[in-house]
C-alpha cells in the first residue's frame, strides 16, 4: 500500500495590522514544518515620526499604497507566480482597524479573483506560532508574546488552542518604550532608540520601580514605570533645566532593566505553571517586536537557564511583524478548520484564549487580550 504524502503548498501572507506594510511565501505541508520563501517588509517610521506615534488615519492610506506592490515583490523574491500559489492568509485582526480592513479586503478580491481559497489569521496566532516555523519547536509550549501593542504569557497546546496565564493591565512593553523615549527626547521607534541609548547609562542611577511583583500572578503592569521615569526626568529638569545626553542614557538603562527584570520575574512564574503540565520538552518562547531587544532576551534567556527550561526567540527579522507568520498560522491550522468565504472580517481586536475575560487595556492593536 502507497503511503499518501500531503502535497506542500505555497501560501501567500498578507499583514497590515499595524504600521508595517508585509507581504511573505511560506512553503510547506498543511499542519507540518513550513519554508519562508520570501518576506517582504514595508516600514513606515518616516511617516509618523514628527507625530511622536503611529497615526492611524496615515497608515491605512499607505497600506493602500503599498499592499499590491509587496505582494508583488514577494512573488518576485520567490520566483513564482499568482498561479503558483495555493492559498491567501491574511490577518483579519487583531489591530488598527483601517490597516487590518486594507489587508483584508486586498486578499478577500485576489480570492475572488483567482479562484484561491482565503484564510482570515489572528496577528498573535502568527506571533505566538513563529516558534514553530522558525525552531521547530514542539507542543505545547510558554509563549510570551510581546510587543507594542500587547504583553501576555500563552501556553500553547497546538495550532488552534492557547490559554493565557497573564498579561499586562495597562501599557504593553513597547507603548511604554514609544512613551519614555518620547518623554527624554530620544527617537521613535522608542524600542531601538532607548536600547542604543542605554548602552552608554547606568541602569542603577535610578531607583524605578517594579510593578506588581508583590502579585503572585502573571499579570504585569508598565504604566506607572512609565510615570516614574516622567516625575524623575522631571526632577532632573527642575535641577539642571534639562537633560544631559547621559541623563538619557541613564534614564534608558533604568528604564530597559525595570522592563527586563518585570519580563524575566513574571516569565519565572509563568514557567512554574506550565510545567505542571509536564511537558516532554519544555521551552520558553518569545516572540513580537520587544523581543528584538538584546537585554531583554539575555534575561528571559538566563532564567530559562536556571530552570532547565529550553528557549527560543525567532531571528529578528520574524520577531516583528511580518507576513510569513501569518502564512504559517493558515498552514499550521489548515487540517483543522476550513477556508473563510467573502464575509470575512476584520476586527480591531480577537482574543487568543477566548475563555479568559478580557483584560484592561487598549494599546495600538487594541485590547491586549
Not at 163 to 191: C, N, S, Y
Not at 303 to 322: H, Q, R, S
Not at 342 to 353: I, Q, T, V
Amino acid at each position: 500500500m502507497e503511503l499518501r504524502v500531503p502535497k506542500k503548498l505555497n501560501i501567500l501572507g498578507i499583514e497590515s495590522s499595524c504600521d508595517d506594510t508585509a507581504a511573505a511565501i511560506v512553503h510547506g505541508c498543511p499542519g507540518g514544518t513550513g519554508e519562508v520563501l520570501s518576506s517582504i517588509v514595508v516600514g513606515q517610521t518616516n511617516l509618523h515620526a514628527a507625530f511622536g506615534g503611529v497615526v492611524p488615519e496615515i497608515a491605512a492610506r499607505a497600506h493602500v499604497e503599498k499592499l499590491d506592490v509587496t505582494v508583488r515583490q514577494a512573488l518576485v523574491q520567490a520566483d513564482l507566480t499568482l498561479q503558483d500559489i495555493d492559498g491567501i492568509a491574511v490577518t483579519a485582526g487583531p489591530g488598527l482597524i483601517g490597516g487590518v480592513v486594507s489587508g483584508v479586503m486586498l486578499a478577500k478580491g485576489m480570492a475572488a479573483a483567482t479562484g484561491k481559497p482565503l484564510y482570515g489569521v489572528n496577528h498573535l496566532a502568527g506571533h505566538a506560532l513563529t516558534p514553530r516555523l522558525t525552531d521547530g519547536t514542539k507542543f505545547p509550549y510558554l509563549m510570551l508574546l510581546v510587543s507594542g501593542g500587547h504583553c501576555q504569557f500563552l501556553i500553547a497546546s497546538n495550532p488552534h488552542e492557547f490559554r493565557r496565564l497573564g498579561g499586562t493591565i495597562d501599557d504593553a512593553p513597547g507603548e511604554a518604550f514609544d512613551k519614555v523615549a518620547r518623554l527624554i527626547g530620544l527617537a521613535q521607534p522608542g524600542g531601538p532608540a532607548i536600547e542604543n541609548a542605554a548602552k552608554n547609562g547606568d541602569s542603577k542611577r535610578f531607583k524605578l520601580p517594579r510593578p506588581l511583583l508583590d502579585r503572585n500572578d502573571c499579570d504585569m503592569s508598565f504604566s506607572g514605570l512609565k510615570t516614574a521615569a516622567l516625575r524623575t526626568r522631571d526632577a532632573i529638569i527642575s535641577e539642571r533645566i534639562g537633560l544631559t545626553p547621559q541623563d538619557q542614557a541613564d534614564l534608558a538603562a533604568g528604564f530597559q532593566a525595570a522592563v527586563a527584570d518585570v519580563l524575566a520575574e513574571k516569565s519565572r512564574r509563568a514557567l512554574r505553571e506550565y510545567l505542571k503540565l509536564s511537558p516532554q520538552n519544555p521551552t520558553l518562547c518569545v516572540a513580537g517586536g520587544v523581543a528584538a531587544n538584546y537585554t531583554i532576551r539575555s534575561e528571559l534567556k538566563r532564567v530559562c537557564d536556571e530552570m532547565a527550561v529550553g528557549f527560543a526567540a525567532p531571528p529578528l527579522a520574524l520577531c516583528t511583524d511580518n507576513a510569513a507568520m501569518i502564512a504559517y498560522a493558515a498552514l499550521a491550522q489548515m487540517p483543522d478548520r476550513l477556508p473563510d468565504d467573502m464575509g470575512l472580517s476584520a476586527k480591531p481586536r480577537m482574543p487568543l484564549d477566548t475563555s479568559s475575560p478580557t483584560m484592561l487595556g487598549h494599546g495600538k492593536k487594541g485590547a491586549k487580550a
